[in-house]
Structure formats: C-alpha cells, structure tokens
C-alpha cells in the first residue's frame, strides 16, 4: 500500500511535487532569458520560489542561490503585513529591497506577484536578483545604509497589471544604468508570470482547488526528513569560532555554538562581534538563511527544499552584532560576514559528524571585483566579475576547484563580460599550491589578470576577505592560501577598498584556496603524483608537506 500524505498517495505525491519544482525552474529559465545584466544571465545571482498563501514556501528553483529562496517567503510574509490577502489584485508585482525584510543589501531586489486561480488568491510566486545597480556605493566602507543607494519599502511596481510609472521614474533617476536595472525589474516580472501561469495549469490538471493540501504535504515530509537527520546527530553542544579579516580597526569573530537535542537544533551566535558601522554588517534574514542552508546540505542533502526543511532548526543572534544589525547599518558587504557562517557551522559540527561535513571554503566568503566607467561611446558601464576560490575538502574527496560555496553564484562567461565591458582577461587558471594539504586536499583557487581596454581611467571596487585569514583545515588538514589583489605597480591593495584601472592596467586577482582534510602524512603517494603533473602543486610544497611522497612522485622531489 502506498504511503499516504494528507490523502495523497506517495507517487501521486512525487509526481506533483516535481512538478512544482519544475514550475519555478521554469520561472528561473525566463528570468535568465529575459535579463538585461550578467550578473543574472550569467552569474545565476538569482532565485525563483512558490509559496501557499501565507508565504510558506512549497518548491524552489534548482538553481540560482538558495540562501535567497529561503528568504524570499519571509518577505512575502512581510509584505502580507502591508497588503493583506484580500487586497491583491491579479497582475500586482510588489517589490522591496529593504535589507531587513528582503535578503539582505540594497542590491538584490525582490518582486513578488499573488497566484490566482478561478478568481481568487492561492498563492504568490517570487523571485529576488541582484540588480546592476541601485544607486549610492557598493562598498564595504559605507558608514550606513543611506550611502549604500535607495532603499525601497514594499511597494507596487505593478498594481492590476498597470505599472506605477511613477516610482518607476524616481528610481531610474537615481541609478547609473537604468536600461539594465529596468530590464532586469521586467525580466523578475516574466518569470512570476510564468510560475503563475503554469501554477494555474498545475491545478487545472490536479483537480486540486488550491495548494492547502498539497504544501501541507510537502512540508510536512520536507520537515520530517530534516527532523530524521538532525536526530541521527548525537545530542550535544558543539562550538567554534571564526576569525576573519573584517574591516580596518574591527576584525570580525564568529561564535557560533550548536545544540543537538533529540530531532531539533538551535544554533546560537552570542558572543559574535559587535555590529561596525562598515558594510560587513548582516541582517537577521541573512543570517538564518546562511545557517540553515549549509546545515541542510550537510545532514539532508537530498530531500528537495522548502519551507518545512528549516522548521527543526533555530537560529539566535544578539541584536546589535555583525550577524543581527539593526537598521540603519551598512550593509553591502554583509556576504562577508554570512557566508563565513557555514564555516563555523561546519568547524563545530566536524566535531561529532566529521564524514558529513567539509572543510572551510576559500570562495567563503565570495571575493566580488566591480568594475565601472565610461566607453569609448560615451556610454557608462558596470560589471562585476564573478570567480570563485576552492571548497574545502571533505573526508572522502579533493575540494571542488573554483567553485562557488555556500552561494550558488556561477562565474559565467567571460566572453559574455568582455562583450559589455572594455576589459580583457588575459589569464584565468588554476592557481598552483593554492589547495590547503591534507589527506584530501584543498580546492584550487584561481588567478586571473584583467586588463583595461578602456580610453579613460575604470574604477574598481573590491569586496573580498581571506587576505590574512586562510580558509582551515579540518582533523589536521592544513590551510589554503590567501587571497591577493596586485595592482599595475606591483603593490598589493586591500580587499575592501577602491583603485583605478588606468587605460592599458592590468591587475593580477589571486582567489583563496580551500582547506584541507585530513594529515598531509595519510595523503595517497599516486593523488599526490597526479597533482603533481596536473601543475596542481609545485616540487616545492611536495617536499615541504608530502614527504611521504618524495622518493617516489614524478620528477624526483625528493
């Protein structure tokens, strides 16, 4: 017999539960279609989320960053507290950027548009994208959020199909590229479009008359697959801190202290440094999506995410620190802090399920580059390039190099970036030695050199961490290497800071490598001598920290 859930058979169940999966990866194709940046259409900076009526989610897209899709439905929840069920309108898109509502900075926008079904509410589609532009300065230097650009409460940008030309007009006035940024506003709005349509399609086909039985099921199953996962965890306190570069004057420390009892856990950041009034501030939101994101991929990796996936889990932070800022802190360049909160959930969880975790990531957090300017037409221009460092390594394989974790962001194609801006990338490759040594190794990181083709000088922002601090080892694996930025002179500049590219510059980009698992001793000799060949490590670092491994690896180390 098959298993029932709230009176849906198990296949049933799956059939339909895939489908809606497949509905907003739809919505994501659009949106990817249909964008104006490259940070949307190559660099996936994106999610696309379906939700019941009170904002639970119930399906995710595939890609794009789930970070977002976990936020995406708490902003949902806060524009019902403004515009409650009963005065949605078919074709109203409402938007915010608010850091505390939304997912965190300025930048990422989110549009929300009501699912209707036979004339009435039974649902909201959503989707946030980081958009190319929203005035003010994409910097970790910013004092407050007032620096940081324009700061949009929940408001129409659609009300009954009719767009409020308006607020469209006051906020393409304050941006620097308002072809793209309106582009990418359309292309949100086509891809709730599409995930309501297909929405209403779905239940014209279930015969179902909303989505209360069929989100009551998917959460509940989401739910119990975490609470199963999180209970195979021995009870216990586990804990670990982070230490980081953070700003000038104010390095950044995360605590973090994990409670397993019986199916639930609460993780709980007291004793985290205090809020700065420098952009490496998080929002709540932020925090508790970039929490329980690393933790579901490390426990219950398989089960497809929604709302019911995080029901088991906590998160507590103490207002006023860098991981709850209270408004109106500076928040630009909170993935600085955020995405450096799986590498302490995983430093203390290594602890007790050491084989379901990894190491620290180098690309954690995520080092961004901005590059803007004016063309040889006259024509302004804004690009940021997306490159990733190395994962750390896990106890049963090499980190992934290059590769994005824990955001989903991709580096996109650099033809696609050379085609919009006056840049060329004369190198991209991996950068040797950068994977931390272990019994498994490191991710590479990467080294790219970017050259201004540009007739006038082109402003650089950067955004980064890693320049002291190395992503870490795990059970005595050891750390990869910094990250580094060298300037046309040969001098190193900080990561958080701003420079200008003269026309015919070039600037060498060095990304941290990830950390590695493991004693270096247990390494085996031929992964050791594959690497090796591969140029992936130098003789150097083999005699240095594979000694068991120099009288027999190609080309003599020893």
Known sequence: MNEQADGIDAITLEIWWSRLVAIVDEGATALLRTAFSTI????????????NTRGESIAECSGGIPAFAGIIPRTIRAMLEKFPLETWREGDCVLTNDPWIATGHLPDITVVTPVFYKGRVVGFAGCAAHSPDVGGNLSATCRDLFEEGVCIPPMYLYRAGQRNEPFVALFLNNVRLPEQVLGDLEAQCTANRVCCERAADFLQDSGESDFERLSAAVLAKADAAMRKAIAAIPDGHYVSTIEADGVPGYPTRIHCAITVAGDKMVVDYDGTSAQVDKGTNCTINYTRAYSVYPIKCAVDPLTRRNEGSYRAIEVRAPECTIVNAQYPAAVAARHLTGHLLSCAIYQALGKVIPEQVIADSGGAPAFR??????NDAGERFGQILFASGGM????????????AFPTNSGAG?????EAVVPLLLTRKEYRQDSGGAGRFRGGLGQECVVQSLASRPV???MLGDRESHPAMGLHGGMPGAVAQVVLPDGSSA?????????PGGRVVIRFAGGGGFGSPAQRDVSAV??????GFVSVEQVRNVYPQACAQVHGGAQ
């Open 40 to 51: 949307v259409r190559e660099s996936n900076d994106f999610a696309t989320v379906l939700t």
């Open 369 to 374: 580059l901005g590059f803007a300017g004016v």
């Open 392 to 403: 750390g390594a896990s106890s049963r394989q090499d980190g992934l190099s290059t590769t």
């Open 413 to 417: 194609s650099i033809e696609a970036l």
């Open 459 to 461: 402003m650089m922002g």
């Open 494 to 502: 900080s990561l958080k800071s701003q420079s200008t590219l003269l």
């Open 529 to 534: 001598a594959a690497d090796l060949a591969d």
